[in-house]
């Protein structure tokens, strides 16, 4: 076989692939929206309603606890875990820190980003153990944002590096600070910083074995930093489980609501970067 014809086969097996992949996403997308779309229209308010007493043997009410649990807990995650690694990505800058230092660090972040999540979720599961507490949302907060901190901080480091370094040779010319040059780096390196983010908001709303082990599930509305509670992936997987026809229906109505979050996450990074990037140099300017 010459050499084009070689050329011709991995690029039709790359197609394939690459269409293939697009095709399970499409079916996957379209499964869930036209299944929990369907009990949205018999039952609008199932996403806003609180559960019954027994929700979960009889299906009454709707999954408004697991809506707000998930709320509560990926939100100050995000939060939490957004600032650390903002401040990590600045410090692995060769500003502050030298390249060797910067890519032992970024390999360790590596092995943490690819580590199960069911991982973080037994690792503080231990430390609830140890100290003799119980599963709440606070240590639900505590591993969601362990969990989104390496995804956050490669995401960071690699816009910060991406960023022309122009703008900081430029900040250095007029007698600025390695504190001001970082400050002009991150707004140059602002879109790729944003789309990390919300990727980690994501992923992190959309993890079921971090919180199971931290939070627990449970079918009340969330009464408190300290107390039990339930997220949209832990209900799903309960809700696939259950013998009533009606639960399981539910199960799809919240992978819809979960499903439009995610995908509506990925829309408005797209949208945030691109507004962002204009006052980027040598970004957009339409």
Known sequence: MDRYAKQRLFGLLARGAAALVVAVMVLVVAVTIYRGGRVFLTDPAIAITPPGSRYML??????????????????????????????TAIYLQSDYSSERFSDVVNMFLNVLWGTPPIVYGVFVLTIIIAIGARTSLFFGIVAIAIFQYPIMTRYTDEALRSAPEAVKEATYGLGGTRFEAALMTFRAALPGIIAGI???????????????????????????????????PVLIFDQAMSFNAEVRSHAYAASFVLIVAVLALIIVSKLLAGRYARYAPGGRHS
């Open 58 to 87: 009889e299906g009454d009410g709707g999954f408004l606890h697991a809506v707000l649990g998930s709320l509560f807990i990926v939100v100050p995650a995000t939060v939490v875990s957004a600032v650390l690694a903002v401040s």
């Open 198 to 232: 919300i990727m980690g908001f994501a992923r992190g709303i959309g993890d079921a074995a971090t919180v199971l082990f931290t939070t627990g599930r449970s079918t009340n509305m969330p009464g408190g930093l300290f107390e039990g509670a339930t997220t949209l």
